[in-house]
């Protein structure tokens, strides 16, 4: 493997990671408030583009791409159903630190 081509699967490796990790506080925050404030639009949306993105890392036979566009993918299936079956576990209000009772 050449010097650049390393370099390359690094730099798609890391970017992979960082953009996927990126998305989990999402994921966690859905899936404690129900979703509510998620539009359907942005999710469908968003979705599409995680999956042209993963058939674009197979066609081009990149792990980084497949890996990273595969499990944001389960993360945007977990929100959505999160969103159609899950109600908030704790209400708003009760995790704003900064409102005084």
Do not use: H
Not at 17 to 40: C, D, I, K, M
Not at 47 to 76: C, D, E, H, K, M
Request: charged share 15%; hydrophobic share 50%; aromatic share 10%.
């Amino acid at each position: 493997m050449e010097s650049s081509s390393i370099v390359s699967e690094a730099v798609g490796t890391t970017a992979a990671v960082l953009t996927t990790v990126a998305f989990v506080p999402q994921a966690v925050r859905t899936w404690r408030l129900g979703g509510e404030g998620l539009s359907w639009a942005m999710l469908a949306l968003f979705g599409s583009g995680v999956g042209l993105w993963f058939v674009y890392g197979f066609l081009r036979s990149s792990g980084p791409l497949v890996l990273a566009n595969g499990v944001t993918g389960i993360q945007i299936g977990l929100i959505v159903w999160a969103k159609l079956f899950r109600r908030a576990t704790s209400s708003p209000k009760s995790l704003d630190c900064n409102r005084r009772t």
